[in-house]
Structure formats: structure tokens, C-alpha cells
């Protein structure tokens, strides 16, 4: 499903890939900017950026829960922070299939290049700016890198999870009770989701996890805030100690990182008044920065292959170009349908009363919108190939595609022999394609490189 959502919607593609770029960004500006310094923050922010291929579940809800404040500030914990951004350090290499992916976009881009149109037919040559979308979305995941092995980060968080401990009362400090819940899970179960696209680990499927990944970021983020502050201020976590120096200025000492439950939670917890939404804060400025960046890189390649046949003798909308531009009118509401459906899953999941009407409007309307739009990236795909396969056959050789009776109606007319404007207008239309195309995908992919290079 992730190959036919991606095909049947570029926009949602470059979507899921520029959301996790700007979530990665934003994320690291939110520690750096707020100078939290306290111990394994630099290991939260990357394993954050790391686990936005999987659904993160946190279990911090009220004052009284103590597991993921114990995860912050137990120096027994460190070990945990450390072996588990270690685990999850891994990257990808090309792979068959990505590269198989670039090299026929190129060689088709390279036979549009060396076959330009001439006389009163274009050539062939909107296909390959059609396609050339697929170059920057592939390459900007290789360099991305993301984590999508389900199974492998499992491995990594099980094991990792062995160094993990709590400050219950009836333990020793630096013991976990075997009964005591995760404090940040990997979630593998549809009743921890409100949309069973979370579940699914390709990059395309990040617009299912992007809200709720952000919420999880911003209570790890308020967690590290609230202890580094206390730690700034020179506050111990044990409410009756003083302070102890450590041997080096920037350490804290572990005598200051350890006491009771409610200590360690009462630490962590932000000042009276502060309220934490349920919407991560600029989370609707980074959607859409996403999408109008996706929507670009969309249209400037599709919209490139319908400029080529619109400008062709006879000119306006025809059989090619409506083609086109009802595949990417399609995938830009596949996209706005989805994004959509993301939206109300999490307003859904925000709503303890699951009787409520509000929730089951949200929760229905979310899962129709998400069924839909799979629905019309089905459809969307088919056409697209299909689109591409008429172009190097027969079918648009009739006359009614070759008179543009769908722009023209009945003042249609078909070109026998096209005259020397006609001529230059299909050539400077041709160039003018070209130039949008490339200019397009490199632009996209050199936005991908800076957001990759400026992280902090």
C-alpha cells in the first residue's frame, strides 16, 4: 500500500518526508533554544527524531505518575539513554529497488531531453518531467535515513529497556519492580491508536504520526525543561538535601538526581498555571510548510507535463493534459483528505469520554476520510500508469484527442501542418517545461540538504 499511496500521491510523499525533516528540526531547536542542559538530554532529542517511523506511547498522564520522570532523572538511568541512542544509530545504503526506482526516472528523463518536440506533434516528453517528482522524494529518504524496521527497533528498545529503572517506594533506588509499566513504549496494538496507519512503518504513512509524535516530543521536552530548571537554580530532587558539587562544573551530582516518587515527579512537573495542550505548539505552521513545499514539488513536475500538450498544435486542454492535471488534482485531495483524517484522529485522541458525540463525529469522520483517500490512491495510481501507457500507444492519436474537442468543443480543428509560430510557441512551451521541472525537484531536494545540515 505504501508503493500506491506514494505513486498515487506525490504530494503526500513529499508530505511525510518534509514533516519529519521540520519535526527532527524543530525538536532540536526546542531543547537548544530553552538551553535545557541536564543529563542524556543530547540522547532524548535523537531518539525522538529517531522513532518517527513508529507509534510512541508515554506514560506521563497525571502528577502521580513517576515511571517516565524516573527515566529523566534516576542517574541509574543514564546507561538506558545512552544504549538505546546507540541501538537505534544505524542508517540505510542504497538498496535494488531504490536505485531501479532513480535510474529509469533518469533514462526517461534523459530520452526527454534527447527527443524534443518538433512539428505540429509534441514528443513524448511530459512523461519524463511527470515522473521526475520521484528523484528527490527517494534520494531525500536515503539521506534522511529513517528507521523503519519495526522489528529491529523492537529489539533495540527490549534491550535497552533491561537498564531501565523507577523510583517506586518499595524498591531500592537503581531497582525496577518487574510489574512496573514502561515509562515510553513502542506501541504494536490498533487500541493505543486512533488510526491504524500509525501502526505501518514506511516514510509515507509519517502524516499518521507526525501529531502525535509531537505531543509525545513536547512532554519529553516540558520533563527535561522542568528538571534542568531545578537543576540550573541548584534544587536537589530530595526535598529536605542540600545541594551536592560535583567533581566537574557541568555534571550534577547522582546524590542530587535521586529520591521518592513524588519528588522525582514533583521535580519534573512545570510551575502552577502552566497548562500542556494536547497540540504541540507550531504544529500547524510546520503542516503547512509541509504541504505547500510537497504541493510545489507536485505541481511543478506534473504541471510541467501538462504544459507540453496544452501548447501543442492544436492547443488548450486535450486528452494528454487533462489527464495530468486530473492526476494531480487528485493527489493534492488525496492529500488534503488524509492530512484531514490525521487531524481529527488526534482531536479524537485527545477526548477521554470515548461516548462523547464530538468523539465519535471526529473518530467516523476520521476513518472514512482515511479509507477514501486510500481509495482514490488506488484509482489515482492506475490512472497515472495508465496515462503513461496511452502516451506511448495509439490512443491519443485520434482525432478527438489531436483537436483538443475537450478545450475547444466545437470549434475544434486538428493541425496537418503546423506553421513556424506554431512551431516556436511548442518549443518555448517545451523549454519552459523543462526548466519548471528541473528547477522544481532541485529546489525541493535542496531544502531537504539545508533542513538535513541545519539541525541546530
Known sequence: MSAVLTVGSPALAGYSLFITLLNSRWINRRFS???????????????????????????????????????????????????????????HTWSVASAISIA??????????????????????????????????????????????????????????????????????GMSPPSAPRALTI???????????????????????????????ETVFLVFKGASGKAQSRIPVRSEAEWVESDYIKDIHPSNR????????????????????????????????????????QWGTVGAAVIVPYFTPTTRIGCRSLGYLVYGGISTLI???????????????????????????????????????????????????L????????????CFCASNVIGRGKAAYAVIIATTAQVAQLKAAWIAAFVLACTSATIFLGFVNLLLHTQL
Open 104 to 173: 529509469w526516472v533518469v533514462v526517461a528523463f534523459i530520452l526527454t531531453v534527447a527527443n524534443p518536440p518538433s512539428g505540429a506533434y509534441a514528443s513524448d516528453s511530459q512523461t519524463g518531467t511527470m515522473w521526475l517528482w520521484l528523484i528527490p522524494i527517494v534520494v531525500g529518504w536515503l539521506q534522511l535515513s529513517p528507521k523503519c524496521d519495526f522489528d529491529r527497533l523492537r529489539a533495540a528498545y527490549d534491550r535497552a529497556d533491561r537498564y531501565a529503572r523507577t523510583g517506586h517506594a518499595d524498591t531500592h533506588i
Open 187 to 217: 506501541t504494536t496494538t490498533e487500541g493505543d491508536v486512533m488510526s491504524p496507519d500509525e501502526l505501518l512503518t514506511p516514510p509515507v504513512f509519517n502524516y499518521s504520526r507526525s501529531l502525535r509524535w509531537a505531543s509525545t516530543a
Open 33 to 91: 533554544s530553552q538551553s535545557v542542559d541536564y543529563p542524556n538530554s543530547l540522547s532524548a532529542v535523537f531518539i525522538l527524531s529517531s522513532l518517527q517511523q513508529v507509534p510512541l506511547r508515554l506514560h506521563f498522564h497525571h502528577v502521580y505518575d513517576s515511571n517516565f520522570p524516573s527515566l529523566v532523572v534516576l542517574p541509574e538511568n543514564d546507561s538506558w539513554w545512552k544504549y538505546f541512542s546507540e541501538l537505534v544509530d544505524y542508517g
Open 258 to 297: 535521586r529520591g521518592s516518587p513524588r519528588e522525582i515527579t514533583a521535580y519534573c512537573v512545570q510551575p502552577d498555571g502552566v497548562r500542556r495542550s494536547h497540540w504541540a505548539p507550531g504544529v500547524f505552521t510546520r503542516m503547512a510548510v509541509a504541504s505547500c513545499t510537497s504541493l510545489a514539488l
Open 335 to 385: 492529500l488534503a483528505m488524509l492530512l484531514m483524517s490525521s487531524i481529527l484522529a488526534h482531536y479524537s485522541a485527545s477526548h477521554f469520554k470515548r461516548t462523547s458525540l464530538s468523539f465519535r463525529i471526529a473518530s467516523t469522520s476520521s476513518h472514512w476520510l482515511r479509507r477514501v483517500g486510500k481509495l482514490l490512491a488506488i484509482i489515482n495510481s492506475i490512472l497515472v500508469v
Open 387 to 398: 496515462a503513461s501507457v496511452f502516451q506511448y500507444s495509439s490512443v491519443y492519436d485520434t
